[in-house]
């Protein structure tokens, strides 16, 4: 372990069509948009390669099976199904109860395959088993957060770090029970409707408001009662859009302010993001993550921040 006085963490949190499954208007382009998705993971891995920056993949739960099946009609019977406003009907009704080879959206087996044999080491942590919703109801944040760790450690995975669904954090004290010891925080934006339908160009604006101000947050992990809660900066939103007008150095200027930050601070810079945002502008995406690995290589070198993933960081 190094002692420089900054860290610096990269998340990709992966959930295929699991985040959207409820949503008619995304169910319609989900093949072409989440399909992509394994053209560009191996992209991904060659850049994190390319920069020896780790990084930690914290997959649906569902999507570390090879396959599942309906008993009755129903998949996952044991399972606590979410009420959602959303959603009223059984949260796993779009669940094929089928494999991989059909249904290649709901199950990755080979993504956390890609992953685990990548080098440098990544960590392979979880995102809910099904990506409901965590914030309202203790039995079903129970009841995901075991199914999501049983789910990785039948696919020979340790799954010690947990993202929230939406960043939607709650009784973050039943992590332990499961296994976890690390969660990250709430994000900014952490929300439980769909994204509002701004206009292309107001989803810009703001890109390029966020992009232009102070800096991205840094924080200090925290102990909450028996895990650890990790900060968590900005997200690397996708360059497609209208959002494709943002000059990938305005991107890259916020990385540097973020390390500069981590080291001025000796706190965390951690930007998170889905494998899904570097569908669409597929190109940029990659360029913009290549050069800010690139400083984080840079800093790393200079003695700045050191590269962590979730479960390494410690209050
Ligand atoms: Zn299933």
């Not at 969660?183 to 232009?212: K, V």
Request: net charge positive; charged share 25%; with cysteine.
């Amino acid at each position: 372990m190094s002692g420089a006085p900054g860290t610096f963490l990269l998340t990709f949190d992966v959930e295929l069509i699991w985040g959207v499954f409820f949503d008619a208007r995304w169910r319609r382009r989900a093949l072409a948009h989440f399909g992509a998705v394994r053209e560009v993971f191996p992209r991904l891995l060659g850049t994190l390669a390319r920069h020896d920056v780790r990084a930690t993949f914290a997959f649906v739960g569902h999507l570390f099976l090879g396959s599942c099946a309906r008993v009755d009609g129903r998949t996952h019977p044991e399972m606590v199904r979410p009420v959602h406003r959303h959603f009223p009907g059984d949260w796993y009704a779009f669940d094929p109860g089928t494999d991989v080879a059909r249904d290649p959206l709901f199950y990755a087996p080979d993504l956390v395959r890609l992953v685990r044999e990548a080098r440098p080491l990544h960590e392979i942590g979880a995102h809910g088993f099904s990506h409901a919703f965590l914030d309202t109801d203790r039995d079903l944040a129970r009841a995901e957060m075991r199914a999501a760790a049983e789910a990785a450690r039948a696919a020979g995975v340790a799954a010690r770090s947990f993202v929230y669904p939406r960043n939607l954090v709650g009784f973050p004290e039943e992590l332990a029970g499961a296994g976890f010891t690390h969660y990250r925080e709430a994000g900014a934006g952490g929300s439980r409707e769909m994204p509002p339908r701004r206009g292309p160009l107001a989803r810009a604006a703001r890109l390029a408001a966020r992009l232009l101000g102070a800096g991205p947050p840094v924080g200090l992990p925290r102990r909450v009662g028996p895990v650890v809660e990790v900060p968590a900066s900005v997200p690397i939103l996708p360059a497609s859009g209208a959002r494709r007008l943002v000059p990938n150095a305005v991107r890259v200027a916020e990385v540097r302010r973020g390390l500069a930050r981590a080291r001025d601070r000796g706190a965390v810079f951690h930007l998170w993001t889905h494998p899904h945002n570097f569908v669409g502008g597929t190109e940029k995406s990659l360029a913009f993550l290549d050069r800010a690995l690139g400083l984080v290589s840079a800093a790393r070198e200079r003695g700045e921040v050191r590269v962590a993933t979730m479960s390494e960081v410690a209050p």
